[in-house]
């Protein structure tokens, strides 16, 4: 069966994420993440992609993207990773074979105000609750590094929502945002659901074809 095509609409905040094959760590070294942030770089460039956000983990990565027209996200998608897998491979020689990435990329639409500060908070805070480092800008293949001058500067864009002027300190207590906020963005994040309220929710999934993410999992029961 054909997979569904991508409907991702410009002006909408998406939190986009993809894992390497096998859960393998493909990030090891400086020149690994030094490598992905150029190519990142350069996908800003050639799709003129607003970036709100990001963290490198060993097998992993998050992006926060805020696309200006519709189809950005696709396109600047499928070159980020058909890029980064064609010059991971040349990179690491005849060793390296197969898939570099578990599929295609997974993302989903978040909404503006407490929500997308909320997402920033869980992206940059990875590193934190990996207890990979003791303070969030520590880890410097990340935006919170970035907004902190812990490396060279990196094209970080403004999101739709202001940040908190505390804001190193609201990402170090993202074990404490709401309850609720959690439980769905974990949701959002498993099945590619709107993150957001639920009037939101019910209008952003119906636009991009989503209303599946929302539906309960299972049969539904019979009377």
Known sequence: MARPKRINKGGVVYHVLNRANGR???????????AFEQILSEAIDRFDMRLCGYCIMSNHWHLVLWPKEDGDLSAFMKW????????????????????????????????????????????????????????????????????????????????????????????????????????L?????????????EYWQEKIATELDLKSTLKPLGRPRKN
């Open 185 to 197: 963005l974990n949701e959002s994040i498993k099945r590619g659901a709107p993150f957001g309220e």
């Open 80 to 183: 980020l990773s058909v890029t980064h897998s064609h010059r991971w491979h040349k990179s690491h020689g005849p060793e390296s074979c197969g898939h570099l990435y578990q599929g295609r990329f997974k993302s989903f639409p978040v909404q503006s105000g407490s929500y997308y500060r909320n997402l920033l908070r869980y992206v940059e805070s990875n590193p934190l609750r990996a207890n990979l480092v003791d303070k969030p800008h520590d880890w410097q293949w990340s935006s919170c590094a970035v907004r902190y001058g812990v490396k060279k500067p990196f094209k970080i864009a403004a999101g739709p929502t202001r940040l908190a002027k505390n804001w190193l300190d609201s990402v170090e207590d993202y074990a404490n945002i709401d309850e609720k906020e959690k439980t």
């Open 24 to 34: 393998l760590k493909i990030f090891k070294k400086p020149s690994d993440f030094e």
